[in-house]
């Protein structure tokens, strides 16, 4: 199976303030990759598929880039909607194994 | 629109059968490329994808897991059902099932999950 991480795994930071993600694959998924938001007791939702196509609906300050075996996600200007924990991924291969996820709280 | 919805025990005992059962609308399950997955979250920890199924009848599962997963489809009745045998206090967990539109999408589609815990 495919193993992913991500880094860091929590991090705080204050509204407006520009946050990346790093989200790296055991071995090379192309650009199979994506990003989910998921809020406290609520399902995870997608924000970005084949590493950087931002999914409908999904607010245009998030970004995602990479291939291979590297990945980001970037919120350019945080908002308080944003604080979440995100996940990443691979959809490369079976398993479709996820990332141990990155929390993002207010500084 | 599309919808899909968990159903199943809330509590089971350790070494029972889980029953899980995906209701679903807005899609068919008989459309090509479509397939509905189950993923789980213990509480307080990380995403893990268990099983998908696809129109076809493809089914893929988690190594891992495999020897206790069972996923079936109805698609008469927009119903994906997941079977977990023997299973223990580990198994607790938020269980989801989620769409994907073509074999090579991730799942854009969530419902909104099922807590199971298992306890005697």
């Known amino acids: 199976a495919i193993r992913m991480t991500q880094s860091p795994s929590s991090l705080s930071a204050s509204t407006g303030d520009r946050v990346t993600i790093t989200c790296r694959a055991s071995q090379g998924i192309s650009s199979y990759l994506a990003w989910y938001q998921q809020k406290p007791g609520k399902a995870p939702k997608l924000l970005i598929y084949a590493a950087s196509t931002l999914q409908s609906g999904v607010p245009s300050r998030f970004s995602g880039s990479g291939s291979g075996t590297d990945f980001t996600l970037t919120i350019s200007c945080l908002q308080s909607e944003d604080f979440a924990t995100y996940y990443c991924q691979q959809y490369y291969s079976y398993p479709r194994t996820f990332g141990p996820g990155t929390k993002v709280d207010i500084k | 629109q599309i919808t899909l919805k968990e159903s199943g025990p809330t509590l089971v005992k350790p070494t029972q059968t889980l029953t899980l059962t995906c209701t679903f609308s807005?899609?068919?399950?008989?459309?090509?490329?479509?397939?509905v997955g189950w993923i789980r979250q213990p509480p307080g920890k990380a995403l893990e994808w268990l099983a998908l199924?696809?129109?076809?009848?493809?089914?893929r599962y988690s190594p891992s897991l495999k020897s206790r997963l069972t996923i079936t489809k109805d698609t008469s009745k927009n119903q994906v059902v997941l079977t977990m045998t023997n299973m223990d206090p580990v198994d607790t967990a938020t269980y989801y099932c989620a769409q994907q539109t073509t074999v090579v999408t991730p799942f854009g589609y969530w419902g909104q999950g099922t807590l199971v815990t298992v306890s005697s």
């Open positions: 807005g899609f068919s399950l008989s459309t090509s490329g479509v397939g």
């Open positions: 199924i696809y129109w076809d009848d493809d089914k």
